[in-house]
């Protein structure tokens, strides 16, 4: 049985689009290159073998490459945030830390 398409003669509905939505969310981790490499043999296997499963793949190829251009133009046109806005970043970041550390602290006094 192949990884990412499955055979779904005589599967009920509701388990079709689960095995379906599988492969889908299995072809776009590839394609976003979040699977391991014995998934990723996998899926290049099933892609040559499959032309349906290759056609998905070359449509979310397209996709991403809109949504990264499309990612990159909105990110040059956003104005950088004040000096002030950073600066608050940074303090609450520094205050979460040290919250965290005196929690810590507090764990091994506590367990000792």
Known sequence: MSTIKT?????????????????ANSLLAYV??????????QIRIELLQEESLSQE????????KQLDACTEKQLKQMPAPSA???????????SQQRQSQLLSNFGETAAS
């Open 84 to 94: 002030g806005v950073v600066e608050r970043i940074l303090q609450y970041a520094k």
């Open 32 to 41: 976003y290159g979040e699977v391991s490499e014995q998934k990723a043999e």
């Open 57 to 64: 793949f070359f449509e979310m190829i397209e996709m991403k």
């Open 7 to 23: 055979n779904l003669k005589n599967v009920p509905s509701n388990t079709k689009n689960a095995a379906q939505n599988a492969a």
